[in-house]
């Protein structure tokens, strides 16, 4: 198993997370960004740089994650690709993507997406503080016990 983290909108707090994660563990934790992110030096812990563009990093950890994979990211297009390649994708604010549940979140989305396009304002995500940090420990633990 791996966990592949979409870098470049990770927040710092979940990225803390999963570093403290891969060293009590050994699991690998990739990083996949545009952007270099200074990362702490460990074996178990590496960093992807991949072009400039929209969906490059997207396309690299939905190319390179495997079906025991667990991908952390806010994208839910992304998090289509990997559920269907057969691994599971968590939110920064704890939500897991699966099977079970990636084609109503994805069309709900999608539907976000159009009422944007027309100038509907749809409002956006809530701030970004401890309960969510808490949520996403709380799950990416319980995912990590189910998998051993």
């Known amino acids: 198993?791996?966990?592949?983290?979409?870098?470049?909108?990770c927040p710092k707090g979940i990225k803390e997370i999963l570093y403290r994660v891969s060293a009590r563990t050994k699991i690998a934790v990739i990083f996949v960004a545009n952007q270099y992110l200074h990362l702490p030096q460990s074996?178990?812990?590496?960093?992807?740089q991949v072009g400039d563009g929209p969906d490059v990093a997207d396309d690299e950890i939905a190319q390179r994650c495997a079906a025991e994979d667990l991908v952390i990211t806010a994208d839910i297009p992304l998090a289509a690709r990997v559920v269907e390649k057969g691994a599971v994708a968590l939110?920064?604010?704890?939500?897991?993507?699966d099977a079970n549940n990636i084609g109503q979140i994805l069309d709900m989305r999608n539907f976000m997406d159009e009422l944007r396009g027309t100038g509907v304002p749809t409002g956006g995500p809530?701030?970004?503080?401890?309960?969510?940090?808490?949520?996403?420990?709380?799950?990416?633990?319980?995912?990590l016990a189910q998998r051993r």
């Open 126 to 143: 809530s701030g970004f503080g401890a309960k969510e940090r808490q949520k996403f420990a709380n799950e990416l633990d319980r995912l």
């Open 43 to 48: 074996n178990t812990i590496e960093m992807v």
């Open 1 to 9: 198993m791996k966990i592949w983290v979409d870098g470049d909108a």
């Open 91 to 97: 939110d920064p604010r704890g939500t897991l993507y």
